[in-house]
């Protein structure tokens, strides 16, 4: 019961950004986005989240479309360190869990 | 600050016996999930505790249990291990899980079962 859809798998050349998009069409109007990602197996590392407004931190930012039905994760220099799964996650409303769908690989490329 | 820490970090077991995994949240958080991650399955919500208090729980047997004390460390169990146990147990803290809030997630527990 995944909220979210994200593609399986993407490419960046290193120094490049890094967009990852989530769809996320039946997003109800007080769920945040969250974005984690996850490297070999490690727990996953908290990355950004928002309701509407786009938001910007040290590690990325989030553009989140007017109609929220969808949202861009943006790497502004991918380096390799960079490559992992991302997910992007919807926490269903009056529950305190996350739904992970199965993520996005991005391989970041020398 | 000290993030959210997990023990014991690997684990091998057999089949029919028990386990018991540890979790120790961000000093001052009080709410502490679990997840369950396999490759076949993905990253599953076990259950959640807030205030030592069982507020949400995944699709699992009974077989999957948990607890949390009052300085809010939390311990999950299961018991009757199966093979498709195996996996890697991840734990993730917050401050008191409300809406717009950030979980932290501990390096997990890999669990093998034989």
């Known amino acids: 019961d995944a909220k979210t859809t994200q593609p399986p798998s993407m490419d960046c050349a290193e120094g490049r950004a890094a967009n990852l998009p989530c769809n996320h069409s039946?997003?109800?109007?007080?769920?945040?986005v969250y974005w984690y990602r996850q490297i070999h197996s490690q727990g996953p590392q908290y990355i950004i989240h928002?309701?509407?407004n786009n938001e910007t931190n040290e590690m990325a930012s989030l553009i989140i479309t007017e109609d929220r039905k969808s949202s861009t994760l943006i790497l502004p220099h991918a380096t390799l360190r960079d490559t992992a799964v991302y997910y992007c996650i919807v926490r269903p409303r009056g529950t305190y869990k996350y739904i992970f769908g199965t993520g996005t690989r991005l391989k970041v490329l020398a | 600050k000290a993030g959210v820490t997990q023990t014991p970090r690997y684990l091998i077991k057999t089949r029919g016996q028990q386990v018991t995994l540890s979790c120790s949240p961000i000093s001052g958080h009080r709410s502490v999930s679990w997840y369950q991650q396999t490759p076949g399955q993905g990253l599953q919500f076990l259950f959640e505790?807030?205030?030592?208090?069982?507020?949400n729980k995944g699709n699992f047997p009974g077989r999957f249990s948990g607890r949390q004390f009052s300085n809010s460390r939390s311990e999950m169990n299961v018991s009757t291990l199966e093979l498709g146990d195996s996996a890697l147990y991840l734990c993730?803290?917050?401050?008191?899980?409300?809406?717009?809030?950030?979980?932290?997630f501990g390096p997990g527990t890999r669990l093998l079962v034989l």
């Open positions: 993730a803290s917050s401050l008191e899980n409300s809406l717009g809030e950030t979980q932290y």
């Open positions: 928002g309701l509407k």
């Open positions: 039946t997003i109800s109007g007080n769920e945040y």
């Open positions: 505790y807030f205030s030592e208090t069982q507020r």
